[in-house]
């Protein structure tokens, strides 16, 4: 079938009506490339459809929640059983209990865990409770690091009052001099300090964390008595089976999960050591859903796949085979490509590309050829990518180069991104 995108202009043109801007959040389309599919229809394993029918290999698995392939039989299984038992009801079902039993054994330095819907949900609940904890009030923040869209952390700050984020104190990421500033001006009210899995802001090259910058945040932390918290919302269970920052052998005294845990079903969590246990016993912390038995029952079906069968070493596997071909195809098109964190989810930029033009090309011409790449966040890779896929994907790519190539000369700025950037230069 030939790629069309008709159904698609003629639902966006109908949401503009009703829906805030057409849509809202960071799955709004508007400012991705105008090929870019804004509604779809369903999705299986590592493939999407749009709601023209157009099918991708999808290399965004719903911006992260998509951790062992969409529709996972033993996931769904779960769903469908848990579906006849009941899901909101007055109160937990028992497999909360289970479900806390198997992350704790699971997390390394939990103790604990509450179980939330939304990544934001857990990381302004850790930074409640290193205040509760600690009765200071100063949390340290990575520049630019996403921990979610309250207005303590939103990164657009229109309706945002500076006395929401006024005990926010910026450090740079893998910098241990910059933590170590930050810690000294702030002497005697550090209440937390966050860190995402890794450095993985949009736009920018990605960088994993140092043992040295890790190992810093710890002791500075243990000496200050401040909470260390690590984000792992975006990478939790996709690096390690644990805690991300096992990787670099530090471990938080919380942290913050959420899209992968129950492999695409509303979960999230906080988890935390027993050093904090008695400060987050008294805050009060809710939500209408947060009890519902389903997304429990998947996130213990995703726990069991994550501890028993290879997907770890399978998405290291296709992840690798991606950015080695990827590499071997811009090389021989005379393209230079910076393909930066960890190959599970990998940040795809191109060089001499300040305003993303060469980007933007190269995704829509995959797009249009039935592959989804992110221009500027990174991709995921999920488990049920097979090498067979990495092949067609690359078949594509090969094709999407050679197209750039031809239309580079050609190429302007890209128009819809010229606000967001006015922004980050603001
Ligand atoms: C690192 C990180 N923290 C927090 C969040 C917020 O999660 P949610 O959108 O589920 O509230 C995200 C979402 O992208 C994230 O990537």
Redesign the pocket.
Known sequence: MAWTNQRNKQLVERARKVIPGGMYG?QSAAILPDVFPQFFSRAEGARLWDADGNEYIDYMCA??PNLLGYRHPAVEAAAAAQQRLGDSMTGPSEIMVDLAEKFVSLVTHADWVIFCK???DA?TMAMTTARAHTRKRKILVATKA????APWCNPNLTGILPEERAHLVPYQYNNPASLQDAFRANAGDVAGLFA?AFRHDVFEDQDLPTREYAETARALCDDSGALLIV?D??AGFRLARDCSWSKVGVQPDLS?W??AIANGYAL?ALAGSEKARAAVQTIFVTGSYWFQAIPMATAIATLHEIEHSDYLEHTEKTGSMLRDGLARQAASYGFGLRQTGPVQLPMILFEDDPDLRLGYCWVSEALTRGVYFHPWHNNFICGALTENDVQMTLNVTDQAFAALKKRRPTLGPVEQLQARFARMRA
């Open positions: 960071h911006y992260g939304n990544g934001t990381t996403y921990h979610g869209s995402s984000d919302v975006r913050a959420g899209k999230s």
